[in-house]
């Protein structure tokens, strides 16, 4: 079985950056496409930014020219570089990846729809 374990979090004030990591662990061997979701308390979770494993990545209006997500593919790990954050980008961020593929003992395995445990994000002066 594999976790995605989130860290970066924390309190920031206006136009401050903060940047989240999240490391995949297990005997990876391949991850696909990686996102970053947030959830403010009473709303539903939204995607803020995607990256496939070819490094093509997709954003969310609201956060176009202020957040970057990247990856690193041998170190099995996605970041959210957050840059001029607002009170609105206040919340918990998730990091999703569809489908990990991983060793078992000797048996490559899937696991599907991957969460981590989220981190919360607070940008308040």
């Known amino acids: 079985q594999v976790q995605l374990v989130e860290s970066g979090g924390g309190l920031v004030q206006p136009g401050g950056s903060l940047r989240l990591s999240c490391a995949a662990s297990?005997?990876?061997?391949?991850?696909?496409?990686m996102d970053w979701y947030r959830q403010a308390p009473g709303k539903q979770r939204e995607l803020v930014a995607a990256?496939?494993?070819?490094?093509?990545?997709n954003y969310a209006d609201s956060v176009k020219g202020r957040f970057t997500i990247s990856r690193d593919n041998a170190k099995n790990t996605v970041y959210l570089q957050m840059n001029s954050l607002k009170p609105e980008d206040t919340a918990v961020y998730y990091c999703?990846?569809?489908?990990?593929?991983?060793?078992?003992?000797?048996?490559?395995?899937?696991?599907?729809?991957?969460w981590g445990q989220g981190t919360q994000v607070t940008v308040s002066s």
């Open positions: 297990g005997r990876i061997f391949s991850i696909y496409a």
């Open positions: 990256i496939t494993s070819g490094n093509s990545t």
């Open positions: 999703h990846a569809d489908q990990i593929r991983y060793y078992s003992g000797s048996y490559l395995r899937i696991d599907y729809n991957c």
